[in-house]
């Protein structure tokens, strides 16, 4: 065999041995790189006939690797996506399963903001949405999303209507809307 094959044939095997001893935890993150690859666009488009494989992946990930600190990441990914693609109940169990099991997860004030978004905005639950928004200012009063809690508490269940009559008054004009 010439020096050329014995090398070929080294690098085949250094590379199957490595390959074999990659970590599960390394395993799964390489099928989630490459499903994300797959099922979003160049432009950032999101092919919907593949979201739930996508969703169940990132879950499959946090529930099996739980002490990873990957795991709420792909949560948190899994929230948005559900949350984007009106899986609303969805996306409220994964914030809500952040909040509860990674407290010290740097996006929990963002999840908890996002739970009352959703409850606002997807499931028109007005009542939850304003617990959430009031616990959010509560407990991250300096938070970057503390004002749009702020003004989503200020607006919360006005109508189109009454938020124009609202706006026109605090800019100075008092005329009322005409009907």
Do not use: W
């Not at 970590?23 to 092919?47: C, V």
């Not at 009106?86 to 952040?98: K, L």
């Amino acid at each position: 065999m010439t020096k050329t094959g014995k090398f070929f044939i080294g690098g085949l095997l250094l590379s199957i041995l490595f390959s074999g001893c990659q970590s599960p935890e390394q395993k799964a993150i390489d099928e989630i790189d490459r499903t994300e690859k797959e099922i979003f666009s160049e432009e950032g488009m999101l092919d919907r006939n593949r979201v739930d494989e996508l969703i169940n992946i990132y879950v499959d990930y946090a529930d099996t690797f739980k002490e990873d600190t990957l795991a709420p990441e792909y949560l948190f990914k899994a929230g948005d996506i559900s949350m984007n693609t009106n899986r609303s109940h969805q996306a409220i169990r994964y914030y809500s399963r952040i909040i509860e099991d990674y407290p010290d997860y740097r996006k929990v004030p963002e999840a908890l903001f996002l739970k009352g978004y959703v409850y606002e905005n997807n499931l028109g639950r007005l009542d939850k949405a304003e617990v959430i928004y009031k616990e959010f200012l509560d407990k991250y009063p300096d938070n970057e999303f503390a004002d749009d809690a702020e003004v989503s508490l200020k607006y919360l269940g006005k109508s189109p209507e009454e938020l124009i009559e609202l706006f026109q008054t605090e800019e100075g004009d008092t005329q009322p809307l005409e009907k």
